[in-house]
C-alpha cells in the first residue's frame, strides 16, 4: 500500500505526537484530583517514567494510547498496512518496554495501573472511570488494567 501523505509531510504529523500532557492522561489527572487524590507526575527515576505517581501508596500510574502500546481487542489498536514490518516491530518494542518497567516497578514494591486511552474516550467508559480508578487503588492489586471493556 502506498502512503497518502509525502514522507516530508509525515514526518511533521509523526513529530507533532505528544508523549506528556495528553488528553487522555489530562483526563485521568482530572478526576484523580476531583476524587481528592494528591500525585506527581512524570518521574524519570522510576523504571517507565509512569505519567501519575502516589508515592505514599507507592502507586505508578500510565495512561497508554490504545494504538502505541498496543491494546488487545481495542478497535483503536489496529496495525497500519503502510510498512507493517516497521509499525510490529516499533509497537513490539514499546510493549517489551512497558512489561519491564512493570516488572521493575513491581520488584520495587510499586503498585502498577495502565489506564487504557478507550477507557477516557467513550462517554459510559469515562463516566465509571472515576469509580474504576478508586475502586483500584483502594485496592491490594499489583497490577491492573482499565479499558473501554470490564478490565
Known sequence: MVDV?????RSRMMAGIQGKNTK??????????ASGYR???????????PDIVMPSRKVAIFVHGCFWHMHSGCRFAKLPS?????WQ???????????????K??????????VWECATRAKVSQEALPVRLRSWIESDSTFGEIGEKAG
Open 5 to 9: 501523505v509525502t514522507p516530508a509531510d
Open 24 to 33: 487522555p492522561e489530562l483526563t485521568v489527572r482530572q478526576m484523580l484530583f
Open 39 to 49: 500525585f506527581r507526575l512524570h518521574r524519570r527515576d522510576l523504571p517507565g517514567a
Open 82 to 86: 503502510t510498512r507493517p514490518e516497521f
Open 89 to 103: 516491530a516499533k509497537l513490539q518494542g514499546n510493549i517489551d518496554r512497558d512489561q519491564a518497567a512493570v516488572l
Open 105 to 114: 516497578l513491581n520488584a520495587m514494591g510499586w503498585r502498577v495501573l495502565w
